[in-house]
């Protein structure tokens, strides 16, 4: 693990897409920005440890959501039928 000391305003450069940002300081804490591509996925470090369950119970409420709406109008294609798990 790289650990570096940073102040305020100041940022590490993570290859060319990604800096990170110190952007306030104060009693036990540190507020960070982060600026990345879109398509990189960037989750707090409690929530990647459950991460999946969570985010597989988010997608079957989801659904089941989605297919009861789906019932009630029945013209439009299935969920499963539009995203191939």
Do not use: Y
């Not at 952007?23 to 989750?43: F, N, S, W, Y």
């Not at 119970?57 to 089941?64: D, L, Q, R, S």
């Amino acid at each position: 693990m790289l650990v570096l000391t940073r102040k305020k305003s100041e940022s590490i450069h993570l290859g060319n897409d990604i800096v990170i940002k110190v952007v306030q300081t104060g009693k036990g804490a540190v507020k960070i920005g982060i600026e990345a591509p879109a398509h990189l996925r960037i989750v707090r470090g409690e929530l990647a440890e459950n991460g999946s369950a969570m985010l597989d119970a988010a997608f079957a409420a989801f659904k089941a959501n989605f297919d009861a709406v789906q019932q009630r109008e029945d013209h439009s294609p299935k969920l499963a039928e539009v995203v191939e798990c």
